[in-house]
């Protein structure tokens, strides 16, 4: 027969006084007379002796609560996490971890452009004509160093650079990186979001440059071997965007759907704040640039009248537009929508390019449910004829794009 042994100290405290016994916890209480306590408590009934019995008290479940409220799961530890589960290699991993890292600096940058004396022009136009701002050039620089020295991309195509850019052999690695290092840069003096965009592509064997004394730029057939080797949007293995606003948000995607993240200034870290993002099949919001109106074909105007006609609800569409392709869509894959930018009289095939916008944000549309089309075709199987080539983008919520292109057939 097992008998209980009971601590000194409480033999001293039972036996002063009962009083002493009434100010004990249940759960001492349940110690020194298990019999009698632990049927009170557990509503067992149990015969003479000794029985082990656990108790779980209140505040012990309400301190677990806080505990788990916080846990965080950062980007580095999910990149370690779709690693393991085999959706990315160790090789993409740093890739992206390298990414994430620039998206860090610009996001300063960007916060101190007044105070750092980084707003305004460069005096430099780009290979599509536009003055480049101070931001831009230094953003290039910046994402553009930063995957160097991860030592695992091969070739970089930036919208700020006439050709790609071939990484020195030393640190030259497999994966092909394209990338918009400051999407809406005409923001910036205004304080107004912008963000970068990028996606990545894996290496065609049959299709390697021969760089010979030039490491750094490549020739027109070199070029040509670049895009062979991108492909379409479809062959994307990764792409993502880092929007600077309020807040600083990574949203990227490696193929199973769509993880948002938000930079935690505490702890310069990006951390999961949404997980598998989808889109709503409709909205009732749309992004164009309406003062181009005059210049649309017939069918668009068609389309964009039928938003603005209250209908049977007496509720017409909402018109929303910033001007920065990276805020419009994040608004778009949250709230969903239409964001639009056709061609027009001016711009016979739009102003944004296939190779590191349309095709990276077509990516992440469809893989949280939506569509992203040039009007007539999925976006994602238009292979790109030269890297800054440019299409027109319709892209958001399934449904509205699927009525925008009935319009436009």
Known sequence: MASAVVPTSFQLLVSGSSRSFSRLSLFHQALLFPVKRSAQLHGVQSSAGVHCTTVRTAASETETKKKSSFELQTLTTWLLKQEQA???????TIVLSSISMACKQIASLVQRAGISNLTGVQGAVNVQGEDQKKLDVVSNEVFSNCLRSSGRTGIIASEEEDVPVAVEE???????????????????????????????YSPNDECLADLGDDANLLDQVEQKCVVSVCQPGSNLLAAGYCMYSSSVIFVLTVGNGVYVFTLDPMYGEFVLTQEQVKIPKAGKIYAFNEGNYRLWDDKLKA???????????????SARYIGSLVGDFHRTLLYGGIYGYPRDKKSKNGKLRLLYECAPMSFI????????SD???????????????????FIGSEEEVEKLEKFLA
């Open 170 to 200: 030393s640190y030259s690695g497999n994966y092909i990186v394209v990338f918009d290092p400051l999407d809406g840069s005409s923001n910036i003096d205004a304080a107004v979001s912008t963000g970068s965009i990028f996606g990545i």
């Open 303 to 317: 389309y964009i009248d039928s938003l603005k006609d209250p209908g049977t609800n007496g509720k017409p569409y």
């Open 86 to 92: 085999g959706s990315i290699d160790a090789e993409l």
């Open 365 to 372: 549309v469809e893989q949280a449910g939506g569509k992203g």
């Open 375 to 393: 009007g007539h075709q999925r976006i994602l199987n238009i292979k790109p004829q030269e890297i800054h080539q440019r299409v027109p983008l």
